[in-house]
């Protein structure tokens, strides 16, 4: 096993020789119209089956609910007022003040950002809108430590040589360990549940083909299959307002971090960045994203941490424990001598 | 639009509903560009706009309306432009009056015929009188609105007799088109849109002052609409109105600007070029009409005349080649090349007019291809009762669409009002290919040509539409074989000889090659026409749609093009052809000032090339290619070598853009604001309530809601409007059937303030009824911020919200009732479109009843406003406050 914590090039730690650049994805909120072609274009490409149950969700026009074992890309949809507007700027703002130009820009390792904190904010934010409408796309992150490859014990999650996290269905025997290591709920097994076309009503509506891969984990490959011909994943590729980006995650982040300091400079200070900083919980995450208020807003853990971080410091406590049960022990059977 | 300073977004949701065409307004917006949507709800569109302007249903001209007088009172116009390029300056005769004048009517209005006779509209000639039209005399209303006139106008402006006109360029004369236009926007002012459209004097300067500030010689402003415009009794005029605007700021013919007018599907552009209309032929071409075109040339006298500018006067070289194409050899000067071969209008043949005939048991059969209008018609009741007097019928279709099934599990069915073992229709259903499994061309909205390849195979017995009229057209010819029928000739005399592949199925680049043309005669014969000016009216060229001729210029299919980013200039010429002769801007010569230099550098286009003695630039010129910027030809040359170095709108009789258009529309020669046929609001404006040449059907089963003013007004207190959501495609044909379109929007739902849901007890996610005088429905309630109340005049008014995707049948994925089944039917009278963007609707909790119960519903709604066929069908309001004139003698 590799680097548990912090910063790494998560493809060398995988011990591949030579590996490329690590890909992710960068997904700027702020372009994003909603279209949910991502969806459309993910589950056609990898075949995945049709989710839910052919009812209105009540959340906005999202209808999708979450990322699952069958939904790869979801695109929440948030409607605020102007006082959460007001609040989510003056959140950014602070994480300007702070010295950093959204969460998790990387203070120390990337040399580059810091240069993007705009040296002089524009003061005057334009007039405060009184609604908006938030559209994100969500996708799995690839973390640089990744929890559900960390504690699967099968193997059938591997890291691939551009740095992504793609489980092997085949190899897979669904004990489902991952889904509880992935500190974004990423994640799941595919059931029946989620393949069976049924309504809550109980009408049968529409035919699927066979449902493929159930009882495995399911979950974004970063379209492995595409990368490794050279081709763009299909939800990037498909996105008309490039609101998805791919591509090296160094250029990205640099990019990302560019955009957001366009942004405050605008006087758009809700804008920040999730999943760029390598200091975080999991390391950064290869797929980073431009958000307009607190993570949480999207459905997004506002500090998430790769369970298996804190393995060194447990199998040291856990170590201490024993010996200091077998010092007990010992004690003991010293003290019964004496 | 990726090149404009400033978007304006009204009467459309772009990013909705045309995603990837958004791409370029996301580009224009990083670029810097500001975006301003207008639209009665906050859509996906406005989430990324910089500014959303709710608007009430239906007020749009009032809002430009106000525009125009503001850039007029604050001389914010494009002088140089205005004063050379637009017929601001011309001189309209003195019999002319305006609304302001006549209480809201223009002059010529017939009552009895319900239109305008606008022979008072025309220019002043010289010598006195009104410039006439070719062939003497002005079109009544009357007639071209029955064969929606207007829908020619897709490739050029409408006749004039002559282009001597009287001009005067101080604009100072009272009679200019530029005073009269100032006179009749006076009183739309920022208050008139505070208490018509609901939008506050605060939004209004707002706008007022980012498109201002974006135009001139340096900057350019972008409109874009789509159906939230054209959608109306006076749809044309809400276009019309945006026109002016953009003519006065400078905005057409120049990089970023323009007005777009965004196409409702794939080919939609493609299917008015090459008409799947009842009134038009290729290329704008009228059809001819019984009693006004009885001859050949009573036709091409009335579509242009020899001595106006511009290229309509080759209108004669278009047409014959036209029926060369279509009838080859049988097609002689001795018989005038088969034009009475063509079938003649005998009055307006549109959906509407057709569905009341087959109500009234004169239609035998239909046929519907790519077409479901048991959901995406308006009234979809009356379209699904007139469907069940049909003989016969053919359902074209990728799934069995309820315009297929309403037979069976229809709405009608449901209630009672039809039993299927009493409906005598035969109902053929026969599966269509898809796009992917067959090759053609699709024109978008930008006038592009795009090629598509077959990528798979059609699956069993689906065809393409060419694969099935091909043989439809092979079968009707062999039964007819022999046959000495005089009405046989047009069918047994076409040419019906495309290539065809070893299985029989015509090559669609053989029917490509035939739009493009090609000579007949001399050394060139056979080979492929280059360019429509080449098409000659002697017979010696063929050519089925004059505007496309080029697409197979040198015999290779440039639709196909596809070099990436379309090749290094800036008017990515390289992908796709754009018609006509693959211009990628139309009217480009306005580009440059009247001296032929570019207005600006950072909006250089297309300039006059003093050594070359030619016009050059980024794109073809929209131009005669040699005429320098200062030629004063003498204008009774006729045609384009009458044009002017500063005619630019050279499609245009008098080779001028059209602030007033002394003809072609048939509801006034200036946009004027009129409510909706059902309004809950009055005219503030003017005592004619609604527009006074809009096409009515008066019947029952077609009632309208009370307007404000009369009583019942209050049984329908709210505005509906209907439109399309990302997720699902038009009426459904092509999404609802489909598992990963289907989960994306599941359910048929309306979208409500949360004002609104207070004022009926609606709970968000539970169940609506929404009941107008036509039918009710149920949907989902999502109650959002997203709509606003308005504040017209004091009172609140609000509006619904309702995507018209669901149909209720049972083949689909998801099923649920269908918005247009709310809609009446009243047409704008230029081109014969519905009004489906503003209807008058009560909204309350709970489910809908079932059965004969829904009948009762909608019945006791009806009794209880007093709505008879009456209600809202007078011509004149109030015919004491309104003028007729010239003064009728009764």
Same mark, same amino acid.
């Given at each position: 096993?590799?680097?548990?914590?912090?910063?790494?090039?998560?493809?060398?730690?995988?011990?591949?020789?030579?590996?490329?650049?690590? @890909?992710?994805?960068?997904?700027?909120?702020?372009?994003?119209?909603?279209?949910?072609?991502?969806?459309?274009?993910? @589950?056609?490409?990898?075949?995945?089956?049709?989710?839910?149950?052919?009812?209105?969700?009540?959340?906005?026009?999202?209808?999708?609910?979450?990322?699952?074992?069958?939904?790869?890309?979801?695109?929440?949809?948030?409607?605020?007022?102007?006082?959460?507007?007001?609040?989510?700027?003056?959140?950014?703002?602070?994480?300007?003040?702070?010295?950093?130009?959204?969460?998790?820009?990387?203070?120390?390792?990337?040399?580059?950002?810091?240069?993007?904190?705009?040296?002089?904010?524009?003061?005057?934010?334009?007039?405060?809108?009184?609604?908006?409408?938030?559209?994100?796309?969500?996708?799995?992150?690839?973390?640089?430590?990744?929890?559900?490859?960390?504690?699967?014990?099968?193997?059938?999650?591997?890291?691939?040589?551009?740095?992504?996290?793609?489980?092997?269905?085949?190899?897979?025997?669904?004990?489902?360990?991952?889904?509880?290591?992935?500190?974004?709920?990423?994640?799941?097994?595919?059931?029946?549940?989620?393949?069976?076309?049924?309504?809550?009503?109980?009408?049968? @509506?529409?035919?699927?083909?066979?449902?493929?891969?159930?009882?495995?984990?399911?979950?974004?490959?970063?379209?492995?299959?595409?990368?490794?011909?050279?081709?763009?994943?299909?939800?990037?590729?498909?996105?008309?307002?490039?609101?998805?980006?791919?591509?090296?995650?160094?250029?990205?982040?640099?990019?990302?971090?560019?955009?957001?300091?366009?942004?405050?400079?605008?006087?758009?200070?809700?804008?920040?960045?999730?999943?760029?900083?390598?200091?975080?919980?999991?390391?950064?995450?290869?797929?980073?994203?431009?958000?307009?208020?607190?993570?949480?807003?999207?459905?997004?853990?506002?500090?998430?941490?790769?369970?298996?971080?804190?393995?060194?410091?447990?199998?040291?406590?856990?170590?201490?424990?024993?010996?200091?049960?077998?010092?007990?022990?010992?004690?003991?059977?010293?003290?019964?001598?004496? | 639009?990726?090149?404009?300073?400033?978007?304006?977004?009204?009467?459309?949701?772009?990013?909705?509903?045309?995603?990837?065409?958004?791409?370029?307004?996301?580009?224009?917006?990083?670029?810097?560009?500001?975006?301003?949507?207008?639209?009665?709800?906050?859509?996906?569109?406005?989430?990324?706009?910089?500014?959303?302007?709710?608007?009430?249903?239906?007020?749009?001209?009032?809002?430009?309306?106000?525009?125009?007088?503001?850039?007029?009172?604050?001389?914010?116009?494009?002088?140089?432009?205005?004063?050379?390029?637009?017929?601001?300056?011309?001189?309209?005769?003195?019999?002319?009056?305006?609304?302001?004048?006549?209480?809201?009517?223009?002059?010529?209005?017939?009552?009895?015929?319900?239109?305008?006779?606008?022979?008072?509209?025309?220019?002043?000639?010289?010598?006195?009188?009104?410039?006439?039209?070719?062939?003497?005399?002005?079109?009544?209303?009357?007639?071209?609105?029955?064969?929606?006139?207007?829908?020619?106008?897709?490739?050029?402006?409408?006749?004039?007799?002559?282009?001597?006109?009287?001009?005067?360029?101080?604009?100072?004369?009272?009679?200019?088109?530029?005073?009269?236009?100032?006179?009749?926007?006076?009183?739309?002012?920022?208050?008139?849109?505070?208490?018509?459209?609901?939008?506050?004097?605060?939004?209004?300067?707002?706008?007022?002052?980012?498109?201002?500030?974006?135009?001139?010689?340096?900057?350019?402003?972008?409109?874009?609409?789509?159906?939230?415009?054209?959608?109306?009794?006076?749809?044309?005029?809400?276009?019309?109105?945006?026109?002016?605007?953009?003519?006065?700021?400078?905005?057409?013919?120049?990089?970023?600007?323009?007005?777009?007018?965004?196409?409702?599907?794939?080919?939609?552009?493609?299917?008015?070029?090459?008409?799947?209309?009842?009134?038009?032929?290729?290329?704008?071409?009228?059809?001819?009409?019984?009693?006004?075109?009885?001859?050949?040339?009573?036709?091409?006298?009335?579509?242009?005349?020899?001595?106006?500018?511009?290229?309509?006067?080759?209108?004669?070289?278009?047409?014959?080649?036209?029926?060369?194409?279509?009838?080859?050899?049988?097609?002689?000067?001795?018989?005038?090349?088969?034009?009475?071969?063509?079938?003649?209008?005998?009055?307006?043949?549109?959906?509407?007019?057709?569905?009341?005939?087959?109500?009234?048991?004169?239609?035998?059969?239909?046929?519907?291809?790519?077409?479901?209008?048991?959901?995406?018609?308006?009234?979809?009741?009356?379209?699904?009762?007139?469907?069940?007097?049909?003989?016969?019928?053919?359902?074209?279709?990728?799934?069995?669409?309820?315009?297929?099934?309403?037979?069976?599990?229809?709405?009608?069915?449901?209630?009672?009002?039809?039993?299927?073992?009493?409906?005598?229709?035969?109902?053929?259903?026969?599966?269509?290919?898809?796009?992917?499994?067959?090759?053609?061309?699709?024109?978008?909205?930008?006038?592009?040509?795009?090629?598509?390849?077959?990528?798979?195979?059609?699956?069993?017995?689906?065809?393409?539409?060419?694969?099935?009229?091909?043989?439809?057209?092979?079968?009707?010819?062999?039964?007819?074989?022999?046959?000495?029928?005089?009405?046989?000739?047009?069918?047994?005399?076409?040419?019906?000889?495309?290539?065809?592949?070893?299985?029989?199925?015509?090559?669609?680049?053989?029917?490509?090659?035939?739009?493009?043309?090609?000579?007949?005669?001399?050394?060139?014969?056979?080979?492929?026409?280059?360019?429509?000016?080449?098409?000659?009216?002697?017979?010696?060229?063929?050519?089925?749609?004059?505007?496309?001729?080029?697409?197979?210029?040198?015999?290779?299919?440039?639709?196909?093009?596809?070099?990436?980013?379309?090749?290094?200039?800036?008017?990515?010429?390289?992908?796709?052809?754009?018609?006509?002769?693959?211009?990628?801007?139309?009217?480009?010569?306005?580009?440059?000032?009247?001296?032929?230099?570019?207005?600006?550098?950072?909006?250089?286009?297309?300039?006059?090339?003093?050594?070359?003695?030619?016009?050059?630039?980024?794109?073809?010129?929209?131009?005669?290619?040699?005429?320098?910027?200062?030629?004063?030809?003498?204008?009774?040359?006729?045609?384009?070598?009458?044009?002017?170095?500063?005619?630019?709108?050279?499609?245009?009789?008098?080779?001028?853009?059209?602030?007033?258009?002394?003809?072609?529309?048939?509801?006034?020669?200036?946009?004027?604001?009129?409510?909706?046929?059902?309004?809950?609001?009055?005219?503030?404006?003017?005592?004619?309530?609604?527009?006074?040449?809009?096409?009515?059907?008066?019947?029952?089963?077609?009632?309208?809601?009370?307007?404000?003013?009369?009583?019942?007004?209050?049984?329908?207190?709210?505005?509906?409007?209907?439109?399309?959501?990302?997720?699902?495609?038009?009426?459904?044909?092509?999404?609802?059937?489909?598992?990963?379109?289907?989960?994306?929007?599941?359910?048929?739902?309306?979208?409500?303030?949360?004002?609104?849901?207070?004022?009926?007890?609606?709970?968000?996610?539970?169940?609506?009824?929404?009941?107008?005088?036509?039918?009710?429905?149920?949907?989902?309630?999502?109650?959002?911020?997203?709509?606003?109340?308005?504040?017209?005049?004091?009172?609140?008014?609000?509006?619904?919200?309702?995507?018209?995707?669901?149909?209720?049948?049972?083949?689909?994925?998801?099923?649920?009732?269908?918005?247009?089944?709310?809609?009446?039917?009243?047409?704008?009278?230029?081109?014969?479109?519905?009004?489906?963007?503003?209807?008058?609707?009560?909204?309350?909790?709970?489910?809908?009843?079932?059965?004969?119960?829904?009948?009762?519903?909608?019945?006791?709604?009806?009794?209880?406003?007093?709505?008879?066929?009456?209600?809202?069908?007078?011509?004149?309001?109030?015919?004491?406050?309104?003028?007729?004139?010239?003064?009728?003698?009764?």
């Amino acid at each position: 096993m590799g680097q548990l914590t912090g910063p790494t090039d998560p493809a060398a730690d995988a011990r591949w020789h030579d590996p490329g650049p690590r @890909k992710g994805f960068f997904t700027d909120t702020s372009i994003c119209i909603g279209c949910k072609a991502c969806e459309v274009a993910c @589950k056609e490409w990898n075949r995945n089956p049709r989710d839910g149950d052919l009812e209105l969700l009540g959340s906005s026009y999202d209808n999708t609910g979450a990322l699952g074992a069958s939904t790869w890309r979801h695109v929440a949809f948030i409607e605020q007022g102007r006082d959460r507007i007001e609040e989510a700027r003056a959140s950014g703002r602070a994480l300007v003040s702070l010295g950093m130009p959204g969460l998790g820009a990387p203070a120390t390792a990337d040399p580059a950002a810091v240069s993007t904190a705009p040296a002089a904010v524009s003061t005057a934010p334009p007039d405060t809108p009184e609604f908006r409408w938030l559209m994100s796309s969500d996708v799995c992150k690839h973390c640089t430590h990744a929890g559900c490859l960390d504690v699967c014990p099968t193997g059938a999650l591997f890291r691939t040589e551009f740095g992504t996290v793609v489980v092997q269905a085949d190899v897979c025997n669904g004990c489902g360990t991952c889904v509880a290591g992935c500190p974004f709920g990423v994640i799941e097994r595919r059931t029946d549940g989620t393949a069976a076309p049924k309504t809550k009503r109980g009408e049968r @509506k529409g035919e699927q083909p066979p449902v493929p891969n159930i009882g495995v984990a399911q979950k974004c490959t970063l379209c492995y299959d595409r990368m490794v011909e050279g081709q763009t994943p299909a939800c990037a590729k498909t996105c008309p307002t490039t609101s998805i980006k791919f591509g090296d995650r160094d250029e990205l982040v640099a990019q990302a971090t560019d955009r957001v300091a366009e942004l405050h400079a605008e006087g758009m200070t809700e804008a920040r960045l999730y999943g760029a900083n390598d200091l975080d919980g999991v390391g950064g995450t290869g797929s980073i994203f431009l958000l307009l208020d607190e993570p949480e807003v999207y459905g997004l853990p506002p500090d998430p941490r790769v369970p298996t971080a804190d393995l060194p410091q447990m199998f040291r406590q856990a170590g201490l424990a024993a010996v200091g049960m077998i010092a007990a022990a010992a004690l003991s059977f010293l003290k019964g001598r004496s | 639009m990726a090149n404009a300073d400033c978007i304006v977004i009204q009467g459309s949701n772009m990013a909705e509903c045309h995603p990837v065409g958004f791409q370029w307004v996301a580009e224009a917006k990083a670029r810097g560009a500001k975006i301003i949507h207008v639209d009665p709800r906050f859509t996906r569109t406005s989430a990324i706009a910089d500014k959303h302007i709710p608007i009430r249903a239906g007020s749009d001209v009032v809002l430009l309306g106000a525009l125009i007088n503001h850039v007029l009172t604050n001389d914010l116009w494009f002088k140089e432009y205005v004063v050379a390029y637009t017929n601001a300056a011309t001189l309209v005769n003195e019999d002319f009056r305006d609304t302001e004048d006549l209480g809201g009517l223009f002059s010529g209005f017939d009552p009895e015929t319900g239109q305008y006779d606008p022979a008072t509209w025309a220019y002043a000639e010289p010598g006195g009188d009104g410039v006439e039209s070719p062939g003497g005399g002005h079109e009544h209303g009357a007639s071209a609105g029955a064969r929606a006139a207007g829908d020619e106008h897709g490739s050029g402006g409408p006749p004039l007799e002559h282009a001597q006109l009287q001009r005067d360029e101080t604009l100072q004369h009272p009679r200019t088109v530029f005073q009269i236009l100032r006179r009749h926007y006076a009183r739309y002012t920022p208050e008139m849109v505070r208490d018509v459209c609901g939008i506050d004097v605060d939004d209004f300067a707002y706008l007022a002052r980012a498109i201002t500030e974006n135009s001139g010689r340096e900057r350019t402003t972008c409109f874009a609409y789509a159906v939230g415009w054209t959608q109306h009794t006076l749809g044309a005029q809400f276009i019309r109105t945006a026109a002016i605007l953009q003519l006065l700021l400078g905005n057409v013919g120049r990089p970023g600007s323009g007005i777009m007018a965004l196409r409702g599907h794939a080919s939609i552009q493609g299917s008015t070029d090459i008409p799947t209309l009842f009134n038009l032929l290729g290329g704008y071409l009228p059809m001819p009409s019984a009693g006004r075109h009885d001859t050949l040339q009573e036709y091409l006298e009335s579509i242009a005349s020899k001595k106006q500018k511009g290229f309509w006067t080759d209108a004669d070289a278009y047409t014959v080649s036209l029926l060369k194409a279509w009838w080859g050899d049988a097609a002689r000067e001795d018989n005038d090349w088969a034009y009475d071969y063509l079938p003649r209008l005998t009055g307006p043949h549109g959906t509407y007019q057709t569905v009341t005939a087959m109500l009234a048991g004169q239609v035998e059969g239909y046929f519907l291809l790519g077409q479901n209008p048991a959901v995406g018609s308006a009234n979809g009741r009356q379209q699904r009762l007139a469907m069940s007097h049909l003989k016969w019928l053919v359902v074209r279709d990728l799934n069995l669409i309820e315009s297929a099934t309403w037979w069976k599990d229809g709405p009608e069915i449901a209630s009672g009002e039809l039993r299927t073992e009493d409906i005598e229709t035969e109902v053929f259903f026969l599966p269509a290919a898809s796009h992917v499994e067959k090759a053609g061309s699709f024109t978008q909205t930008q006038r592009l040509l795009q090629w598509r390849h077959k990528a798979v195979e059609p699956p069993s017995e689906c065809q393409s539409e060419l694969q099935f009229f091909f043989a439809l057209g092979q079968r009707i010819r062999q039964r007819l074989a022999g046959s000495a029928d005089e009405r046989d000739r047009p069918l047994l005399d076409l040419t019906w000889d495309y290539r065809t592949d070893s299985r029989g199925d015509p090559d669609s680049e053989s029917v490509l090659a035939e739009i493009n043309g090609y000579h007949l005669a001399g050394p060139d014969a056979g080979q492929p026409l280059s360019s429509y000016t080449q098409m000659r009216a002697d017979g010696s060229t063929a050519g089925g749609c004059w505007i496309y001729t080029g697409v197979y210029a040198g015999g290779v299919n440039r639709a196909a093009s596809r070099v990436p980013h379309g090749g290094p200039g800036p008017s990515q010429s390289e992908w796709g052809w754009a018609w006509p002769a693959n211009r990628r801007i139309l009217y480009n010569r306005a580009s440059a000032d009247p001296d032929g230099k570019p207005w600006s550098e950072r909006k250089k286009y297309i300039w006059w090339d003093e050594e070359q003695g030619r016009w050059v630039g980024n794109d073809v010129p929209d131009f005669v290619a040699d005429r320098a910027p200062g030629s004063r030809p003498d204008p009774d040359l006729g045609g384009a070598a009458a044009l002017a170095g500063d005619d630019p709108f050279i499609m245009q009789a008098d080779g001028k853009g059209w602030l007033f258009a002394p003809k072609g529309m048939v509801d006034g020669p200036l946009p004027a604001h009129y409510e909706p046929q059902e309004s809950p609001v009055a005219n503030a404006l003017y005592p004619q309530q609604q527009s006074p040449a809009r096409v009515t059907f008066a019947r029952t089963d077609n009632l309208s809601a009370p307007s404000a003013g009369t009583p019942g007004a209050d049984v329908y207190p709210y505005v509906f409007t209907t439109y399309r959501l990302t997720e699902h495609h038009t009426a459904g044909g092509m999404s609802r059937w489909l598992p990963y379109l289907s989960e994306l929007q599941p359910e048929m739902f309306c979208e409500v303030s949360p004002e609104l849901a207070a004022e009926r007890g609606l709970e968000n996610y539970g169940w609506a009824t929404i009941i107008s005088p036509r039918a009710a429905i149920e949907a989902r309630v999502l109650v959002t911020e997203r709509m606003t109340p308005l504040v017209i005049r004091g009172r609140i008014v609000h509006q619904v919200g309702l995507p018209y995707h669901w149909g209720v049948g049972s083949d689909a994925v998801v099923s649920g009732d269908g918005a247009n089944d709310l809609l009446g039917v009243t047409l704008d009278p230029n081109v014969q479109i519905q009004e489906s963007k503003a209807g008058s609707c009560d909204i309350r909790a709970g489910r809908r009843p079932q059965g004969a119960e829904l009948l009762r519903l909608v019945g006791e709604y009806q009794a209880r406003s007093g709505a008879t066929i009456e209600t809202d069908n007078v011509r004149i309001t109030d015919p004491a406050r309104e003028i007729l004139d010239p003064r009728r003698e009764d």
